[in-house]
């Protein structure tokens, strides 16, 4: 898509772990996961490493500094949410999937001790993507019980529980695109549009310059990246659509403001 497009793709990867056989991000103020479990105090600066990502990508190849775009799964959305929080002089426009997050000092009340405000000096563009029965970065604040998909272990069904207190997900995704809403100014009932059977198009309008947020929410979507599926995740990606691509489009007209 990056070739077809036209636009430069780096996909760096986070240090703290190994979590789940992975890495995840130290996304500042926030667990990694699980209910306070934090990175050391030594672990890797993220966000002073991407914005150091971004100066030797500006080094090599040819980029609109002005059109520097941020786009992440699950803890890679935590990850571009808190980018957009740090870096507004930066990062054009945010896509967050199936993490979406606004953090405030207030998350103290929430068990986050160590709770960082997001404060960025403008509206930043949002398009986020979410499934309505994530059960990992559950979309609503209440529990949903029951979600469609299966767990690979057992067979047995996942469950969307209401969000945890002290852990990566203390407040619903839902809750994070509000915060987002109202510091960008926003109309607080979206444009909704039905694009295909059980997805929907929320725009939120009349942001404060150029603050766009939009929403596509996927009403049989779990937590996965819509179309593509995960083998911890059986079924929660299954899409008509490309969620890259979806995410992508949404982006391409945002620059930063001269």
Known sequence: ?????????VTPTGAVGPIFGGWTWNVPGVPTFGEGNYPAEDARNEVEFLSQVIDKASQIACIDPKRIYVMGFSGGARMASRMACDMADR????????GIRFSKASDTELGLPNAQACTPYR?????????HWDPTNVWYDSEL????????????????????????WSYSGEAALTRWVEHNGCSL???????????????????RDGGDITLMFFEDGGH???????????????SEFDGYAVAWDLLKSHSLPE
């Open 145 to 168: 019980g029951e979600t469609p998909f299966l767990n690979p272990s057992d067979g047995s069904k996942r469950v969307a529980a209401a969000p945890k207190p002290g852990t990566s």
């Open 189 to 207: 009932e979206p444009k909704v549009t039905d694009i295909a059977d059980n997805v929907q198009q929320r725009d939120y309008q009349d942001c």
């Open 91 to 98: 990062i054009a426009a945010i896509a967050p999937i199936g």
């Open 224 to 238: 996965a990246v819509p179309g593509y599926d995960t083998a911890w995740g059986p079924g929660q990606g299954i």
């Open 123 to 131: 509206p930043v563009p949002v398009m986020a993507l979410h499934g």
């Open 1 to 9: 898509m990056a070739d077809e497009n036209g636009f430069v793709l």
